[in-house]
């Protein structure tokens, strides 16, 4: 098969396509001969040199895939040859086959199709796992979502307001905010015009943010504690401004806040797997009815991986990006 190998830590050009053997599924595995793979955030930094692989999985990138099972390995139930599945991967999913965990499998939705279905374990389990495990995010409640237009923040925004949630974001451009409030956000913050703090204390009230789900870190964790409600919850899941802040602890005491923090893939497979039941049982019909929608900004043939990346690194993309092997 064919795959994306990293020879040399480094940029974009760093990756090379080869060819290799197809994995064999092992106990409780399944093979999914891929076609189509998401590109996410982790990927951009392992491929840097600065995101090891947890011990046993696989050292190629890539952490979604969707297609079809090829093979299933001893102690599968759920799944056959043939079914079309996407799934959250431990890695190796920039290539032809991919192997899964199967609790780490979903079907692709009715309505869906592969290549977007590609775009929805990452991101999905991800705000999944911290907006509603983590933050116990609740109806009525207010939810912050800083990088409202990736694909963490498009799919963030579907998952809140189906949850009753009133949902504010930041972006970097009128066009995100635009399709961010298309999406659904009550008001999408610019923040290169406008203080994301003052524009949503006004537009709540003074209320604040009950929960606020944040990508950026630097700066913004001293203005997310600002702005947090009282008993307001804040939920980084990576700091791209820096992540050695100076903080003032006082107000968290006083709001009786919690920051906590999270990452997905040293996560075990009984913890995915949970995630993944969770996710068919509330959010599955959804997709199957078209009321949430995995939003494909670009896609890129296997070949043309570093293009992929560079424009993940631009941030001018609105979504996910998605690889065709």
């Known amino acids: 098969m064919r795959y994306i190998d990293v020879p040399e830590h480094g940029g974009p050009e760093s990756m090379v396509l080869a060819e290799g053997n197809v994995p064999a599924p092992g106990a409780g595995e399944v093979l999914i001969q891929v076609a189509a793979a998401g590109v996410n955030r982790p990927d951009i930094v392992q491929r840097a040199g600065f995101y090891p692989p947890p011990p046993g999985a696989s050292p190629v990138l890539g952490l979604e895939v969707a297609g079809k099972i090829a093979a299933v390995g001893p102690g599968v139930e759920r799944y056959t040859v043939g079914d079309s599945v996407c799934a959250l991967t431990n890695g190796g999913g920039y290539a032809e086959y991919a192997l ?8 692709v939705p009715e309505s869906v199709s592969e290549l977007e279905a590609a775009a929805i374990p990452e991101t999905f389990f991800t705000v999944w796992s911290n907006l509603v495990r983590r ?21 963030a925004i579907q998952i809140a307001r189906s949850l009753g949630a009133r949902v504010f974001v930041t972006a970097g451009s009128e066009e995100k905010c635009h399709a961010c409030e298309q999406l659904g956000a009550e008001r999408a913050v610019n923040y290169h015009r406008e203080d994301f703090v003052n524009v949503i204390r006004e537009a709540t009230g003074g209320h604040g943010a009950d929960v606020i789900l944040d990508m950026v870190g630097g700066d913004y964790v001293d203005r997310n504690i600002q702005l947090a409600a009282r008993d307001g919850r804040i939920v980084n899941i990576a700091f791209l401004a820096g992540a050695k802040v100076q903080i003032n602890m006082l107000p968290v005491m006083l709001k009786r806040l919690v920051l906590t923090g999270s990452t997905l893939r040293p996560e075990s497979a009984e913890v995915k797997a949970a995630i993944a039941s969770d996710l068919e049982t509330k959010i599955w019909p959804l997709l199957a009815e078209g009321k949430i929608r995995p939003l494909v900004a670009a896609t890129f ?25």
């Not at 899964?100 to 079907?107: F, R, S, V």
């Not at 933050?135 to 799919?155: D, R």
């Not at 070949?303 to 424009?311: I, M, N, S, T």
């Open 100 to 107: 899964a965990p199967e609790g780490q499998c979903l079907p």
């Open 301 to 325: 043939p296997l070949e043309d991986v570093a293009d992929a990346h560079r424009l993940m690194e631009s941030n001018k993309h609105i979504g996910k990006i998605v690889l065709r092997p």
């Open 135 to 155: 933050a116990n995010l609740k109806g009525g409640e207010i939810l912050l979502v800083h990088g409202g237009s990736s694909g963490i923040g498009t799919a």
